[in-house]
């Protein structure tokens, strides 16, 4: 970890809110920028990130004990647990008591290299395993994932506090699936509320960095194992990334 320059932990205070869409596309926009960037998915449970990188033919190199993430890129680096247990096998099954050391053994014997961003995907919410990417992975930044949805809000707003409590250095938040653009008659509609994060971020104190919408576009790309940053570089949402990427490169030169 300590030849990592920037790392940033992608957090939600619950799942299903696009919280791994949305560290994948990152990675990978900041590595088109010419950064080395590695992608970890420390969620022990979850094989989401190899296949939305499609990447499930794929697997680690062991060298002196130490396991050699997957290059998808010559700047993009992924490791995930998913890459190491086979495609609709058993689960992996850690009892809560060993769930800390599985994570702290995963996490610290992974060979990056020298990176200039390590993007973090933990698991959802404020429970142990979230807790345990956090301890794991050491200094980070803290980046925030909602939606508009009035029960998301709430539990960013948990989330949030409780990553200023770890003493993370916290970013900013973004909105994801913020609206959604009818395909035929071009109607905007909010999915999930109307509720508007930007007043969430002031009220905790953070940046509100951009919102994603709800997009057709994301789906397809997520399901064909591309991301969006990837298969179309002019799509609204394509530019919505860069923009949040701007942003955070921008913040964290200034630290």
């Not at 653009?181 to 109607?187: L, V, Y």
Request: proline fraction near 5%.
């Amino acid at each position: 970890m300590g030849s990592i320059k920037h790392k940033i932990i992608v957090l939600s205070g619950k799942g299903g809110l696009g919280k791994t869409t949305i560290a994948t596309n990152l990675a990978y926009e900041l590595s088109t920028q010419g950064f080395k960037v590695g992608l970890l998915d420390a969620d022990l449970y979850s094989e989401a990130v190899v296949h939305m990188l499609g990447i499930n033919d794929l697997q680690p190199e062991i060298k002196d004990k130490k396991l050699i993430p997957v290059q998808l890129t010559p700047s993009l680096k992924i490791m995930s647990i998913g890459l190491l247990v086979e495609e609709d096998g058993a689960p992996l099954i850690v009892k809560n008591a060993a769930q800390k050391k599985a994570v702290e053994q995963y996490v610290t014997n992974i060979t990056w290299g020298d990176l200039d961003f390590l993007i973090i995907d933990p698991p959802s919410g404020m429970g142990e395993g979230a807790l345990d990417a956090i301890d794991a992975t050491s200094q980070k930044a803290a980046l925030f994932v909602t939606t508009p949805q009035k029960i998301a809000l709430k539990d960013t707003k948990k989330i949030i506090s409780f990553a200023r409590e770890k003493g993370l250095m916290l970013i900013g938040l973004v909105e994801n699936m913020g609206s959604y653009s009818c395909s035929k008659c071009g109607e905007e509609q909010n999915i999930f509320g109307n509720e508007d994060p930007k007043y969430i971020a002031m009220e905790m104190g953070l940046p509100f960095l951009g919102s994603i919408p709800l997009s057709h576009h994301i789906v397809v790309a997520c399901d064909k194992g591309m991301p969006i940053c990837e298969t179309s570089s002019d799509l609204p949402e394509t530019h919505d990334f860069k923009e949040i990427v701007n942003f955070i490169r921008i913040f964290l030169e200034g630290k």
